[in-house]
């Protein structure tokens, strides 16, 4: 059973930063690409960043800002996010999904394991 628990928003003034955890079970890293999305309010879910064995990509709207890492012997992976600006605010969630082929298009819709997500709120 593939289980993935993020951690590590809150609240935070604009310019600040965060790094977020995704805590990863049940699942090889070398064979799952790893992702983050996030959904604000009234929005639809858009992709943020992805990490697997073959690519990493990122948004344009944080390119420079947040980077993804992953820890193998943890089975972590992480997204620091720097800069921070108030339409950042959202719920971040982590996605998994074979094969480990970086994709962030359709809010996801390929990626078939989910966590529960955690909010980040940066004020101005």
């Known amino acids: 059973e593939v289980r993935l628990v993020e951690s590590g928003g809150g609240l935070v003034q604009a310019g600040g930063s965060l790094r977020l955890s995704c805590a990863a079970s049940?699942?090889?890293?070398?064979?799952?690409?790893i992702a983050w999305f996030r959904q604000a309010p009234g929005k639809e879910r858009e992709g943020v960043s992805c990490i697997s064995t073959s690519n990493t990509l990122y948004a344009d709207s944080v390119k420079g800002r947040f980077t993804i890492s992953s820890d193998n012997a943890k089975n972590t992976v992480y997204l620091q996010m720097n800069s921070l600006k108030p339409e950042d605010t959202a719920v971040y969630y982590c996605?998994?999904?074979?094969?480990?082929?970086?994709?962030?298009?359709?809010?996801?819709?390929?990626?078939?394991?989910w966590g529960q997500g955690t909010q980040v709120t940066v004020s101005s």
């Open positions: 049940g699942i090889s890293f070398d064979d799952y690409a």
């Open positions: 996605a998994a999904d074979p094969p480990p082929v970086c994709t962030l298009i359709d809010g996801g819709v390929d990626f078939g394991s």
